[in-house]
C-alpha cells in the first residue's frame, strides 16, 4: 500500500504565502506524474497544478503566477508554494500521484489521492 500525507496547511490572510507539502510512502517503485487538486464548500474539485516525473508543470490559469509546484523525487515529496493567496484559494487541497509498484513479476501504475490539508485565506 501506499499512503500520501499533505502538510502545511492553515489560516493565512489575504496576500499571504503558504507551502503545502505531499510525502508519499510505502511500496513505492517509482512515481509519475504528481498533482494538487483543490475542492472548495460545495464547487466539484478541480486540478491546481501537475507536474511530471522530469519536471514538467502545468497550472490552472486562476493560479499561474502565483503558485509554483515542485517535488523531491529522491524523497517522492510534492511541493506547492502559494503566495499572493486570495480568499477564492480556500479550499481543501488534496495530493494526488500516479504511484508505479512492483507486485510479484507486474509493474503497475496506481492512482492515490491524500486525505487533504485545508487552507483557509481570510482577514
Known amino acids: 500500500q501506499v499512503q500520501l500525507v499533505e502538510s502545511g496547511g492553515g489560516l493565512v490572510q489575504p496576500g499571504g504565502s503558504l507551502r503545502l507539502s505531499c510525502a508519499a510512502s510505502?511500496?513505492?517503485?517509482?512515481?509519475?506524474?504528481m498533482r494538487w487538486y483543490r475542492q472548495a464548500p460545495g464547487k466539484r474539485r478541480e486540478l491546481v497544478a501537475g507536474?511530471?516525473?522530469?519536471?514538467?508543470?502545468n497550472y490552472a490559469d486562476s493560479v499561474k503566477g502565483r503558485f509554483t509546484i515542485s517535488r523531491d523525487n529522491a524523497k517522492n515529496t510534492m511541493y506547492l508554494q502559494m503566495n499572493s493567496l486570495k480568499p477564492e484559494d480556500t479550499a481543501v487541497y488534496y495530493c494526488n500521484a500516479d504511484v508505479v509498484q512492483r507486485l510479484s513479476s507486474f509493474v503497475n501504475e496506481y492512482d492515490y489521492w491524500g486525505q487533504g490539508t485545508q487552507v483557509t485565506v481570510s482577514s
Open positions: 510505502g511500496s513505492i517503485f517509482s512515481i509519475n506524474a
Open positions: 507536474i511530471s516525473s522530469g519536471g514538467i508543470t
